[in-house]
């Protein structure tokens, strides 16, 4: 298995539609993870951490699912401004220090 | 607040000839990292720094890829010669922590090697 994958998408939701992604890593290991927002053309945003115990923030909520090894984001009430690429973050495998970068999932959200 | 400062936004060069890119981290953050994103491959480590001092350089491709970090306050990534290969969009990251915490992006270079 890869360090870290996730589906590219794109996943095509209407507004206030709910919508979850899955990012599967390798190293059982791991510790902290994050989950990074990225717009067409920008720079990738740190949008949220994700703790054992999970994390909300709003629509947002992310979760950690250690024995089955994924992490998830769920976005409740899709907006417009949701669309964009989302990058999950795991922690390095190995003696590396370099947390690794998913390739991002893609999020369309239609009128 | 100034977040991470990159320069140039666009770069636009024919192969052969050197590229230089810059950046200025966020004040007080003591990492400091180059990645490189393309739709092949996603976003790559290139190296990172801290507290000036180069820690990781294993992702830097070859021999034609440098970086430096003078001072804590600029860094530079270097290509000699360019190629065609090497058109991505690189970006600079920093951190107060370290690798594993909280990145702040600059916006990033657009590097097209004709």
């Known amino acids: 298995r890869k360090e870290v994958e996730q589906d590219p998408g794109p996943f095509n939701v209407p507004e206030g539609a709910t919508v979850a992604f899955n990012c599967t890593y390798s190293n059982s290991a791991?510790?902290?993870?994050?989950?990074?927002?990225?717009?067409?053309?920008?720079?990738?945003?740190?949008?949220m951490s994700v703790y054992s115990s999970g994390n909300e923030d709003g629509r947002f909520t992310a979760q950690?699912?250690?024995?089955?090894?994924?992490?998830?984001?769920?976005?409740?009430?899709?907006?417009?401004?949701?669309?964009?690429?989302y990058l999950c973050v795991v922690p390095p495998s190995g003696g590396?220090?370099?947390?690794?970068?998913g390739r991002g999932t893609s999020l369309i959200v239609h009128p | 607040?100034?977040?991470?400062?990159?320069s140039p936004r666009h770069e636009v060069t024919e192969m052969g000839q050197e590229v230089t890119l810059r950046c200025k981290p966020?004040?007080?953050?003591?990492?400091?990292?180059?990645?490189?994103?393309?739709?092949?491959?996603?976003?790559?480590?290139?190296?990172?720094?801290?507290?000036?001092?180069?820690?990781?350089?294993?992702g830097m491709p070859e021999d034609r890829f440098s970086a430096?970090?003078?001072?804590?306050?600029?860094?530079?990534?270097?290509?000699?010669?360019?190629?065609?290969?090497?058109?991505?969009?690189?970006?600079c990251a920093s951190s107060l922590v370290g690798p594993g915490e909280k990145l702040f992006f600059g916006s990033g270079t657009q590097l097209s090697v004709l």
């Open chain 1, 64 to 85: 950690l699912n250690r024995a089955s090894q994924y992490i998830s984001l769920l976005i409740r009430d899709s907006k417009l401004s949701d669309s964009a690429t």
């Open chain 1, 30 to 47: 791991s510790q902290s993870f994050f989950w990074y927002r990225q717009d067409c053309r920008k720079e990738p945003k740190l949008l």
């Open chain 1, 96 to 101: 590396s220090y370099i947390p690794t970068f």
């Open chain 2, 26 to 58: 966020i004040s007080g953050h003591d990492y400091l990292f180059w990645y490189r994103q393309t739709m092949m491959r996603g976003l790559e480590l290139l190296i990172y720094f801290n507290n000036n001092v180069p820690i990781d350089d294993s």
């Open chain 2, 68 to 91: 430096k970090m003078p001072n804590a306050s600029f860094s530079t990534l270097k290509i000699q010669p360019s190629e065609p290969r090497d058109s991505a969009v690189y970006f």
């Open chain 2, 1 to 6: 607040d100034a977040g991470v400062i990159q």
